[in-house]
T-cell receptor
Framework: NAGVMQNPRHLVRRRGQEARLRCSPM?????VYWYRQLPEEGLKFMVY????????ESGMPKERFSAEFPKEGPSILRIQQVVRGDSAAYFC????????????FGAGTRLSVL | TQLLEQSPQFLSIQEGENLTVYCNSS?????LQWYRQEPGEGPVLLVT?????EVKKLKRLTFQFGDARKDSSLHITAAQPGDTGLYLC?????????????FGTGTRLQVTL
């Protein structure tokens, strides 16, 4: 059973470009979470999605960031007009939902903004 | 405001020593998970505790959930260099919902020969 797959593993963008990060959850998991880890900091929640629905986006910056989890295909975290402060590791986790709400993490996408 | 505080932040010990990492909060969590993260990788789940007072053992690792479900500890016996990594506690606040994890500040452990 394949784990949570994230791609790309590393992404380099120049300021002002767009970054698209992809996450394929574990088989049978319909809940996806995105977290961000800034250098030397802990993981911070960004957004929680269930197929085609955003359930909780309380951790998402108000501008430039969006997320989707379509009926078919991976979840996408999209960052428009990237700035240097967006440089971080972005992790996706998936879960089968309640009652065993255990979240399994992917290896992350490391975004570097030049 | 950090909801989950871990201590110590850094720990450097020699192989064979014992250690305890603490995860404390003023909030009550419906469940708490411990992860280990190595450089360049994602967090790997070690254990989930859900019942106040629960103790779980995983080989040389012992996890405890506080009676009031506000705190947890991780004890490692006879540490080995392979235990080196970043240890993270993470809690879920809401019972019965598929909810976000709130992560602790992390404890970076280094075990030397």
């Amino acid at each position: 059973n394949a784990g949570v797959m994230q791609n790309p593993r590393h992404l380099v963008r120049r300021r002002g470009q767009e970054a698209r990060l992809r996450c394929s959850p574990m088989k049978g998991h319909s809940h996806v979470y995105w977290y961000r880890q800034l250098p030397e900091e802990g993981l911070k929640f960004m957004v929680y999605l269930q197929k085609e629905n955003i359930i909780d986006e309380s951790g998402m910056p108000k501008e430039r960031f969006s997320a989707e989890f379509p009926k078919e295909g991976p979840s996408i975290l999209r960052i428009q007009q990237v700035v240097r402060g967006d440089s971080a590791a972005y992790f996706c986790a998936s879960s089968p939902g309640v009652p065993k709400n255990i979240q399994y993490f992917g290896a992350g996408t490391r975004l570097s903004v030049l | 405001t950090q909801l989950l505080e871990q201590s110590p932040q850094f720990l450097s010990i020699q192989e064979g020593e014992n250690l305890t990492v603490y995860c404390n909060s003023s909030s009550v969590f419906s469940s708490l998970q411990w992860y280990r993260q190595e450089p360049g990788e994602g967090p790997v789940l070690l254990v989930t505790v859900v019942t106040g007072g629960e103790v779980k053992k995983l080989k040389r690792l012992t996890f405890q959930f506080g009676d009031a479900r506000k705190d947890s500890s991780l004890h490692i016996t006879a540490a080995q260099p392979g235990d080196t990594g970043l240890y993270l506690c993470a809690g879920i606040l809401n019972t019965g919902t598929a909810s976000k994890l709130t992560f602790g500040t992390g404890t970076r452990l280094q075990v030397t020969l």
